[in-house]
């Protein structure tokens, strides 16, 4: 039986719903913007600036709360000696920096489910302190939740990013229910003593966090993305609401609005984030929401919160109303909501685009954490030296993919050109370089003498650069030398410049380039890096983009014209009467073929409004190689980029390696640290010859259908 409140209690009820809608909006989007901030790649020092500002923000908005709300600034002087305040700053600390690494391992909604579980925790912290077991009601609830949890799990395959982000998440939902008791069971504390607390604590976590973020940002620089800043912003809001809150009831009250929270956060997080298309997901969270709405209807609970029907009925039907929207829009397919993925756009489950999405996360952490220490201590200008400006879309996703790692850095930059940027930047003159500039030679696979125009030129710039004092860093490459002679003269030469002072850092995208390298060039530092184009991140197929003109295709083969290029992925005859009796259509293409896919006039973008270039469309060259692999459900290419496009993509693919065997040498590295790399629901498979390649596609589509 719920208890109504008195007149006199009105103005306090709708202040608690007041404080408890800012505290659900704040929350729901903290959630979105978290998972953005490290989706855009982990370090420990992405985590520690973030756990830095997120504690800096709570401390400003303690003081501002209570300025607003009391006419005078918080006070910070709090008995930490105390057993119990010691205890409420550690489950503080230690739920801030879990809820952290749970968004890292785990998307928006999955971070979600597992924090449902906080009602468990909430009545086992309970049954500690209290020496009482729940009420049937709650065992019930509890039971529920836990059910629903299990079955939303099981649209995923275990691996140790579900675990560690399971295992992050429910950390989280532990420690802040900790802290909530451990608060108001403290004699010591007034009504307003949770607010005052709460600046404190920020201040106590702060201290040791903030002197670490020091020292690293004097050393080794801030890559802090925007979303960082608006994340920490929301937390530190959702903070002081949920203590607002706390300050002016009861711990259980606390907990079951926050178990409305989870609701609601949950439902955001889905619409929003569109990170979940499974029916088992769904049907688990129902169960969870059932759970949780069992348990809050515990009689004794609701006596203790204060709030009437009338207050309590705006949360209710907003949770409510946005499950009830979400199931049936998703039921009906609607494209606002979830967005249907054409059956040939690649793989459609969740499990298999949550492990993509990992997938390339943990390369571009690679990346980030292989070039931060060589970037980020420059003190002077940044010049990326000849980024490809011409036909092959390869070259091209290079340098989209370096000018990713710079904007990813924070790392201002200038560019010049020598050979690959087609006149359509300034020329670089290596003389006007300063003391303290790095020059970041462009990737490739030219280091050798397969395109040894291009590396001429580079070892021409070497002497002048040392003469000059610039780093000089070569972005991942490919070496490979057909003249053993041509390879020593080379080695000799590079070594002689670096014993005489040449500043030399170079990145290799494969391990034998590396062990080669790491051998000839003697003081130098070589780096072992997944290729760069990786950076440009997950791309979706987008049907806007293709010419209407232009039929799908079972199967693309984009194979190489050019000396590169190895018999066995030569089309022939024989090809031909494998597709033609498993009555399957075809294409045979290469890149300078992508612009009759291309419609123009499409809206839909790739690259995120980034351009990377005045002078050169970005836009228009990806956009043209996307709508050329749109318009088939499977790719087979001897090409090194077009199989890391199809990555990107998610789309089935199979590649064949060309006469370097750079293909399968590039994607081992790039790959080897990321167990969600190698699932096998990401449909990617190596092939000997083109017959091998056609049969392994056709299983490909025999999965599809």
């Known amino acids: 039986m719920c208890v109504a409140t008195s007149t006199n209690e009105r103005p306090r009820a709708l202040k608690l719903c007041t404080l408890a809608s800012c505290w659900f909006l704040t929350h729901a989007y903290y959630n979105v913007f978290t998972k953005q901030t490290f989706d855009t790649g982990l370090g420990i020092g992405l985590l520690l600036d973030t756990l830095t500002l997120q504690f800096l923000f709570s401390i400003l908005a303690g003081h501002l709360y209570s300025l607003c709300t009391h006419g005078e600034l918080t006070t910070t002087q709090h008995c930490f000696n105390s057993r119990s305040m010691q205890l409420v700053c550690l489950c503080h600390f230690t739920g801030a920096v879990a809820t952290n690494l749970s968004y890292v391992f785990l998307s928006a909604s999955f971070t979600q489910v597992f924090k449902a579980l906080e009602p468990l925790f909430t009545s086992l912290v309970h049954a500690f302190v209290n020496k009482e077991l729940p009420s049937v009601t709650k065992f019930v609830a509890v039971l529920l939740i836990v059910f629903g949890v299990i079955v939303s799990t099981k649209s995923v395959e275990t691996s140790k990013t579900l675990t560690y982000g399971a295992f992050f998440a429910c950390t989280s939902s532990l420690m802040f229910p900790v802290r909530n008791v451990l608060l108001k069971q403290d004699q010591l504390f007034r009504q307003r003593e949770p607010l005052n607390t709460f600046t404190s604590i920020s201040v106590a976590c702060g201290k040791y966090t903030g002197a670490v973020s020091m020292i690293k940002l004097i050393l080794f620089g801030s890559a802090l993305p925007p979303q960082a800043w608006v994340s920490a912003f929301l937390f530190a809001a ?27 956060s949950l439902a955001f997080s889905l619409i929003l984030m569109r990170d979940v298309d499974s029916s088992t997901f769904y049907f688990g969270a129902i169960y969870i929401f059932v759970g949780l709405s069992i348990y809050v209807r515990d009689k004794h609970c609701i006596i203790r919160t204060y709030l009437d029907h009338r207050c309590l009925l ?32 690649g793989l459609s489950g969740t499990a298999a685009r949550e492990i993509h999405r990992t997938c390339l996360n943990d390369i571009r952490r690679q990346i980030l954490a292989i070039f931060s220490p060589v970037l980020l201590p420059i003190t002077g200008k940044l010049i990326l030296i000849d980024p490809a400006y011409h036909s092959n879309i390869g070259d091209n996703m290079l340098a989209y993919g370096e000018f990713q790692l710079l904007r990813a850095l924070k790392k201002p930059y200038e560019e010049c050109g020598v050979i690959q940027s087609h006149g359509k930047n300034q020329a670089c003159n290596f003389n006007q370089f300063g003391p303290n500039d790095a020059a970041l030679w462009h990737a490739g696979g030219n280091w050798g003498d397969v395109w040894r125009s291009v590396h001429d030129e580079r ?81 979706r197929s987008s049907q806007s983009l293709l010419n209407p003109d232009v039929n799908h295709t079972d199967i693309l083969f984009l194979l190489r014209q050019d000396h590169e290029s190895l018999n066995t992925a030569k089309f022939d005859h024989a090809v031909e009467r494998i597709l033609t009796k498993a009555s399957k259509s075809w294409d045979v293409v ?39 692999f749109t318009a088939s459900s499977v790719i087979i290419t001897d090409r090194l980029h077009a199989s890391i496009l199809a990555f990107l993509m998610n789309k089935p693919h199979v590649y064949l390696d060309q ?27 190596a092939a000997e010859n083109l017959q091998q390649a056609v049969r392994q596609a056709l299983r490909f589509l025999n999965d599809e259908t």
């Open 459 to 539: 070892l021409k710039s070497f002497p002048v650069l040392m003469d000059r004092n610039v780093t000089i860093v070569g972005m991942p490459q490919s070496l490979h030398y057909s003249n053993v002679n041509l390879r020593e003269k080379d080695a000799l030469y590079i070594t002689r410049l670096i014993k005489s002072g040449l500043r030399l850092k170079l990145a290799w995208r494969e391990e034998q380039s590396h062990a080669i390298a790491t051998h000839d060039y003697k003081g130098a530092q070589n780096m072992l890096s997944p290729d760069i184009a990786f950076m440009i991140g997950p791309i």
């Open 314 to 345: 705006p949360l209710l039907t907003t949770a409510i109303v946005m499950h009830a929207w979400f199931f049936v829009r998703r039921a009906a397919g609607s494209r606002l909501l979830i967005p249907k993925v054409h059956r040939n756009d």
């Open 590 to 628: 290469d890149w300078d073929a992508r612009h009759r896919f291309y419609n123009s006039n499409a809206q839909d973008i790739v690259t995120e409004g980034f351009t990377g270039s005045s002078t050169f469309e970005f836009e228009k060259e990806l956009g043209s190689a996307v709508a050329m």
């Open 238 to 264: 959702y903070q002081i609401f949920s203590f607002a809150f706390l300050s002016e009831t009861t711990a259980a009250t606390h907990s079951i609005i926050n178990l409305f929270k989870r609701t609601f």
């Open 659 to 685: 006469f370097t065997r750079k293909l399968s040498a590039t994607r081992s590295v790039s790959f080897r640290q990321s167990i969600a790399c190698k699932d096998a629901k990401l449909k990617h498979a």
